[in-house]
């Protein structure tokens, strides 16, 4: 594909509610990372796949995040019981192979009311 | 926690000027990564400089990187109306470069 490419750009949940955020990576791209972006921040680094499998999930701050990369491609992250400060943007990024150069994608503006 | 810390955080300059933006680090690295940040969205990867790189060029930019010092600058020269954006360093959060860590940015604005 051309770039690595998110959805939904944009997504209002309320309080409590479960959320599904996707990422299409780069064609061939094996490594696969997501990161989350506050205000006025950087973007901070919450889990990293290697093909199918999560070769470092300990940017994740609880279990009520998890993601998934079941083909090898395509990766979903989600969010169980959403609280108010995980509001951010959340960016994915893909590389050629784990170390190389991360192409990101423009991110999904998640916003919990 | 951040690894890397630009500075400064703001600045604004004139069309034709350079911009320097200075970013530091506080443990070992494999390399060093400088992107580009427009409108809080998408992250650009303009250049990577390996630890035993001192400098390293593309285009406008001018990158260098001081180990000992655990410092890294970038310059970009003769800059333009379009240049305007947060730009990032970010450095390997562990030994295999599969998580970056970045800092919180240096806003810049060119103005016209």
């Known amino acids: 594909g051309a770039g690595v490419s998110q959805t939904p750009s944009n997504k209002v949940t309320e309080k409590g509610k479960y959320v599904e955020l996707r990422c299409d990576p780069i064609?061939?791209?094996?490594?696969l990372y997501w990161y989350r972006q506050s205000l006025g921040q950087g973007p901070e680094f919450l889990i990293y796949?290697?093909?199918?499998?999560?070769?470092?999930d300990s940017g994740l701050p609880n279990d009520r995040f998890f993601a998934v990369r079941p083909e090898g491609s395509v990766s979903t992250l989600k969010i169980q019981r959403t609280e108010r400060g995980d509001s951010a943007v959340y960016l994915c990024?893909?590389?050629?192979?784990?170390?190389?150069?991360?192409?990101f994608g423009p991110g999904t503006r998640l916003t919990v009311t | 926690s951040q690894q890397g810390e630009e500075d400064p955080q703001a600045l604004s300059i004139q069309e034709g000027e350079n911009a320097t933006m200075n970013c530091s680090y506080k443990t070992s690295i494999n390399n060093l990564q400088w992107y580009r940040q427009n409108s809080g969205r998408g992250l650009v990867h303009l250049i990577l400089?390996?630890?035993?790189?001192r400098e390293k060029h593309s285009g406008r930019l001018r990158v260098t990187l001081d180990t000992s010092k655990k410092s890294s600058s970038l310059l970009i020269t003769a800059s333009r109306a379009a240049d305007t954006a947060s730009y990032f360093c970010a450095t390997d959060l562990n030994q295999a470069g599969t998580a970056l860590i970045f800092g919180k940015g240096t806003t810049l604005s060119v103005s016209s």
């Open positions: 990024a893909s590389s050629l192979f784990g170390g190389s150069e991360q192409y």
């Open positions: 064609s061939g791209h094996t490594a």
């Open positions: 796949f290697q093909g199918t499998g999560a070769a470092d």
């Open positions: 400089i390996r630890s035993n790189e």
